[in-house]
């Protein structure tokens, strides 16, 4: 069992920058494909970014060359460096963990871009 907790999450202007951290529980933290993903009000839930354990990074299109996500296995913790926030990406953003069919989520943590 996985249990993801993001933070970071707040009140920022367009055009501000956020940073969110989701650390995770357990010891093999480095094994997981990890994600971002974000559900606006009244929309669907939507991969913002993926970060395999092994390969290529992948980006929403809407947020590419904005948004950042990485990985620090010493610390069983991943990010998601946000910039250029516009009103659009304002949501509730998701940590999620897989392996093979295995899948975790976090509780979420709001993100809000108004001036």
């Known amino acids: 069992q996985v249990q993801l907790v993001e933070s970071g999450g707040g009140l920022v202007q367009p055009g501000g920058s956020l940073r969110l951290s989701c650390t995770a529980s357990?010891?093999?933290?480095?094994?997981?494909?990890m994600a971002w993903h974000r559900q606006a009000p009244g929309k669907q839930r939507e991969l913002v970014a993926k970060l395999p354990n092994i390969g290529s990074v992948n980006y929403a299109d809407s947020v590419k060359g904005r948004f950042t996500i990485s990985r620090d296995n010493a610390k069983n913790t991943m990010y998601l460096e946000m910039s250029g926030l516009k009103p659009e990406d304002t949501a509730v953003y998701y940590c999620y963990a897989r392996y093979y069919n295995l899948e975790y989520w976090g509780k979420g943590t709001l993100v809000t871009v108004s001036s």
């Open positions: 357990g010891s093999t933290f480095s094994i997981y494909t």
